[in-house]
T-cell receptor, first 115, second 108 residues
Framework: DADVTQTPRNRITKTGKRIMLECSQTKGHDRMYWYRQDPGLGLRLIYYSFDVKDINKGEISDGYSVSRQAQAKFSLSLESAIPNQTALYFC??????????????FGPGTRLTVL | LAKTTQPISMDSYEGQEVNITCSHNNIATNDYITWYQQFPSQGPRFIIQGYKTKVTNEVASLFIPADRKSSTLSLPRVSLSDTAVYYCLVGDNNKLSFGAGTTVTVRA
């Protein structure tokens, strides 16, 4: 969905480096999410934010941190990258307030390789 | 969080109907059932959502029995471009888990 953008789209880095992945949205949604996808494992939730002042851990938050700079921006950081963080990372947004499973809109993904 | 179970993979041919059943025995009263589609190297895309009975849109139909312990996504007359991974989601928005999904392969 072009309303959700992620930068960079591809990144190769070395073990121990600090990496930041950025997500921006123009949908005006309050909720934003970060997922990672590994081959054959589906998507796993890293962090989510329901508004600018709200940050919550997902099922695999260890080794990651996030920052919600504004309603439209949600960044994911790897403080000290390690090889098993090599994955495809997706940002998503949702409007919220629509029952327990409101529709999420995903960005194009960032492919991260940690050597 | 309602756990979902769906087949790992399904094969089909162009023009056939594909039905993917998802089991969610612990679905809560307020939970909706949502299906997403993901093509390789792209983010998942919403297909359809329902609460009970039947929902139909331009892409698919969703059948939900009265007990809501399962749901079936129906893709009518599939084409090669329907080859993708399909995820069934049920439960708390706070802890969404996409699982491994069902890989549908459509052959000519």
């Amino acid at each position: 969905d072009a309303d959700v953008t992620q930068t960079p789209r591809n990144r190769i880095t070395k073990t121990g480096k600090r990496i930041m992945l950025e997500c921006s949205q123009t949908k005006g949604h309050d909720r934003m999410y970060w997922y990672r996808q590994d081959p054959g494992l589906g998507l796993r939730l890293i962090y989510y934010s329901f508004d600018v002042k709200d940050i919550n851990k997902g099922e695999i938050s260890d080794g990651y941190s996030v920052s919600r700079q504004a309603q439209a921006k949600f960044s994911l950081s790897l403080e000290s990258a390690i090889p098993n963080q090599t994955a495809l990372y997706f940002c998503a947004t949702s409007e919220g307030g629509q029952g327990s499973t409101d529709t999420q809109y995903f960005g194009p993904g960032t492919r991260l390789t940690v050597l | 969080l309602a756990k979902t179970t769906q087949p790992i993979s399904m094969d089909s041919y162009e023009g056939q109907e594909v039905n993917i059943t998802c089991s969610h025995n612990n679905i809560a009263t307020n939970d909706y059932i949502t299906w997403y589609q993901q093509f390789p190297s792209q983010g998942p895309r919403f297909i359809i959502q329902g609460y009970k009975t039947k929902v139909t849109n331009e892409v698919a139909s969703l059948f939900i029995p009265a007990d809501r312990k399962s749901s079936t996504l129906s893709l009518p007359r599939v084409s090669l471009s329907d080859t993708a991974v399909y995820y069934c989601l049920v439960g708390d928005n706070n802890k969404l888990s996409f699982g491994a999904g069902t890989t549908v392969t459509v052959r000519a």
